[in-house]
């Protein structure tokens, strides 16, 4: 599982990193790459931003539910087979145009 807690981030490379993997990821409502490499209720759960509780309750529900673990990795693994380096940088740039 990838917890990714961050407060502040417009990209979030570390969720298409991980893609191949197949790691299922738990993040914070307010990173750039949701949409692109995390795909709420299809490879992650999402919590928002700085709500501990609500974060450490996503991390339980992954950790418990065997099924939903290995169809998040599932999924993980098939974006990453769509994930190039040309869609990455694609991404990259429709990010930094919008900041």
Do not use: T, W
Request: charged share 25%.
């Amino acid at each position: 599982v990838l917890l990714f807690p961050s407060a502040k981030e417009p990209y979030g490379a570390i969720a298409a990193e991980i893609l191949p993997f197949g790691l299922p990821i738990i993040a914070s409502d307010i990173i750039g790459a949701i949409g692109e490499s995390i795909l709420p209720d299809v490879n992650a759960l999402l919590y928002a931003a700085g709500d501990v509780a609500s974060m450490g309750k996503q991390l339980r529900r992954l950790v418990e539910d065997e099924h939903l673990r290995a169809e998040f990795s599932r999924q993980s693994l098939e974006l990453a087979d769509a994930h190039d380096k040309s869609v990455m940088s694609r991404d990259i740039m429709n990010i930094c145009l919008q900041r």
